[in-house]
């Protein structure tokens, strides 16, 4: 490239065999030379500063000062954004739970849920396909669904749980394809239970336990291939196993068999994730050295969720909430700290939650269907 912008526009045509009648056409700044330096230094905005974490050039010092966001501003701010969405989508949810009803009663489902990235809307469109597939199937689509719960998510098959998902992006005849596919996974279902027992077996009576994940579903075939790795893995680390764990039980520890492949990890919960790639020398030394902390992790954890319902109701109650919720990825211990504060400060809030449905997450946000996110740790009014 060349050492000005003229230069390597030059070059760059050039090389792509493009024409070089226009660029000739430009006078060339003798003032600008072949300097390799901008006419002006370049200012960047603060938020570069921030995010890359480099000190601004001295005499660059920004006196625009941080605004700090608190809960009752932002709500100040949005409130009347989030009522009117609310409100344009209460004849929505109205049709959901008419036909949610309608299907459960019919089909005699356990329930049906919505576990996908689509917004509410297309839960409403994926129960009026569904209905209208009922009708034109009657008979096959209730002896199918009887006593099992209908899951409409991001994709199709059993899930480890036994329940029936079907892709809100797949049309009613993929959806027919699945549901005569669906007795064929009775068979799986049956051998995942046996196949959780042996290797629980293999770690010393360690506890093996399914989490099921909003938005992420496994599937029942793929959790057994899943689980006939691990078997594998650790059938032939059996002499490390003896030499980390012993003959300690390990039955007040939990492991969760998350995926084919990520890192070896104890949760925030006191669960072990265990990738199905890993090897299994690497399983049993990482259990043996963490076991401890995991299972005085679990101990507090299941001690901290009686807590958290009760936090949650009495929430709910003193802000005069629809409802509350929080993301995965908030443990116990944030929401019942988030709970609590805004208990303390609901009357600083006034009536700007109340009727309103509330979840707890890591940032601000409003919701399609005018749900709000609000940060576990947010600042409250001085």
């Given at each position: 490239?060349?050492?000005?912008?003229?230069?390597?526009?030059?070059?760059?045509?050039?090389?792509?065999?493009?024409?070089?009648?226009?660029?000739?056409?430009?006078?060339?700044?003798?003032?600008?030379?072949?300097?390799?330096?901008?006419?002006?230094?370049?200012?960047?905005?603060?938020?570069?500063?921030?995010?890359?974490?480099?000190?601004?050039?001295?005499?660059?010092?920004?006196?625009?000062?941080?605004?700090?966001?608190?809960?009752?501003?932002?709500?100040?701010?949005?409130?009347?954004?989030?009522?009117?969405?609310?409100?344009?989508?209460?004849?929505?949810?109205?049709?959901?739970?008419?036909?949610r009803c309608q299907l459960i009663d019919h089909l005699e489902l356990k329930d049906i849920r919505w576990e996908s990235f689509w917004g509410f809307s297309h839960f409403r469109g994926c129960l009026k396909g569904f209905y209208l597939l009922y009708k034109e199937h009657p008979t096959q689509v209730k002896e199918t669904l009887k006593g099992r719960t209908l899951v409409f998510g991001n994709n199709s098959g059993v899930s480890l749980h036994g329940d029936v998902v079907l892709s809100g992006e797949d049309v009613r005849a993929d959806w027919?394809?699945?549901?005569?596919?669906v007795s064929a996974y009775d068979a799986v279902l049956e051998r995942l239970p046996y196949m959780e027992k042996k290797l629980s077996e293999l770690l010393n009576n360690i506890q093996v336990v399914r989490r099921k994940h909003y938005h992420h579903i496994t599937m029942a075939d793929e959790y057994e291939v899943l689980l006939n790795k691990l078997l594998n893995t650790l059938r032939r680390s059996q002499v490390l196993s003896e030499k980390w764990l012993g003959d300690e039980s390990l039955s007040d520890v939990q492991i969760v068999v998350e995926g084919e492949s990520g890192p070896l990890a104890l949760s925030n919960t006191g669960q072990f994730l265990l990738p199905a790639s890993v090897p299994g020398s690497l399983i049993v030394e990482f259990i043996a050295k963490n076991k401890e902390q995991g299972s005085y992790t679990l101990k507090q954890n299941m001690s901290y969720r009686l807590y958290e319902e009760k936090a949650i109701e009495e929430c709910k109650q003193h802000l005069e909430l629809k409802e509350i919720s929080k993301d995965e990825n908030i443990t116990c211990e944030q929401m019942i700290t988030c709970c609590e504060r805004l208990v303390t400060e609901y009357w600083k809030l006034g009536l700007l939650l109340t009727d309103t449905r509330l979840n707890i997450s890591h940032y601000y946000s409003m919701m399609q269907d005018g749900k709000i996110c609000i940060p576990w740790n947010c600042k409250m009014d001085e």
């Open positions: 490239m060349g050492k000005s912008v003229r230069n390597t526009v030059i070059t760059v045509l050039e090389r792509c065999d493009l024409p070089l009648s226009y660029i000739n056409t430009i006078p060339k700044d003798s003032s600008q030379g072949d300097s390799n330096e901008f006419s002006r230094p370049i200012k960047w905005h603060p938020s570069f500063y921030a995010a890359t974490g480099k000190k601004p050039p001295p005499g660059e010092a920004f006196s625009q000062p941080t605004i700090e966001v608190t809960l009752r501003s932002w709500l100040r701010k949005n409130i009347d954004n989030i009522r009117t969405l609310e409100e344009s989508t209460t004849a929505v949810q109205d049709d959901i739970n008419k036909l027919i394809k699945i549901l005569r596919s």
